[in-house]
């Protein structure tokens, strides 16, 4: 499926308060199942000046902003550079899926950089993130019986499954092999709906939970193999690049 967003995008990224290191597009876009009535989540990584880091008043390391534009619901949330790294090198699913986003809407030569480094953020306790992730997304699809955390449910299960087995990151559902027959019924159903539920036909909770049980124990046992490492050995490359933005940016506002 051709993911459409509005041509606008690129406007937000000038209007922040600092500079945006990156911005991409995550949730339902980047996972492959937006509906019509989906919101634009944009995440990425803002600069803080380092007076706003070093002194005694620091700078929001987080900042969030949602608003409505032409009918679209936009999500916006930025961390700052040192923030997102340290999420980076913690086991942190999400912020890896946003910073490796092909659907980029603001770079910059500090986004090239963390993207060459991003495959030295991988370990095996990445798995932790998506097997805790799936838990929460099937308990919640118990709860309401949606579409959506079933839907997210598959997803972080496959995504674990083939960074765990290759270290590659895919967070396009569509894109990943390894799931039951029924996903493309429901992406379809979900694609029509963002609260809708499984479609007639769809395999009751029983096959669901069979199936959502055999995932995570390939996950689980994927991890226990993976060649990846216990620790990220792109950790110190991460930190030069962090100082190495700061007085950069300092040096140029001098």
């Known amino acids: 499926m051709t993911v459409t967003l509005p041509s606008w995008l690129a406007e937000i990224p000038a209007g922040q308060a600092h500079p945006t290191a990156f911005a991409t597009v995550s949730g339902a876009h980047l996972y492959g199942f937006p509906s019509a009535d989906s919101d634009v989540d944009l995440r990425g990584v803002h600069l803080l000046p ?3 880091v070093v002194g005694l008043r620091t700078g929001s390391e987080t900042l969030t902003r949602s608003w409505v534009r032409d009918g679209v619901e936009v999500d916006l949330v ?12 913690r086991r942190n699913g999400y912020v890896l899926e946003q910073l490796l986003s092909p659907l980029v809407v603001a770079t910059s030569p500090v986004h090239r950089e963390m993207i060459a480094a991003a495959p030295g953020c991988v370990t095996r306790h990445h798995a932790h993130h998506y097997l805790g992730f ?5 308990r919640l699809f118990e709860r309401s019986g949606e579409l959506k955390p079933l839907l997210y449910t598959f997803r ?16 396009d559902l ?12 429901l992406i379809a159903a979900k694609r029509s709906a963002e ?4 479609p007639a036909g769809a395999p009751g909770l029983a096959r669901l939970a069979r199936d959502v049980g055999r995932l995570t124990g390939e996950l689980e046992e994927a991890r226990d193999a993976s060649r990846l490492p216990d620790t990220a050995p792109s950790a110190d490359a991460v930190h030069d690049l962090v100082v190495r933005a700061r007085l950069s940016m300092r040096a140029a506002r001098a």
């Not at 972080?156 to 967070?171: I, N, P, Q, S």
């Not at 569509?174 to 019924?185: I, M, N």
């Open 134 to 138: 799936a838990r929460t997304q099937w």
């Open 78 to 89: 930025t961390h700052d550079l040192a923030k997102f790294c340290r999420l980076l090198l």
């Open 195 to 198: 609260h809708g539920r499984p």
């Open 50 to 52: 380092l007076e706003e």
């Open 156 to 171: 972080v299960l496959l995504t674990g499954l083939r960074l765990m087995r290759t270290g590659e990151l895919e967070a």
């Open 174 to 185: 569509t894109r990943l092999s390894g799931g039951p027959p029924y996903l493309g019924d």
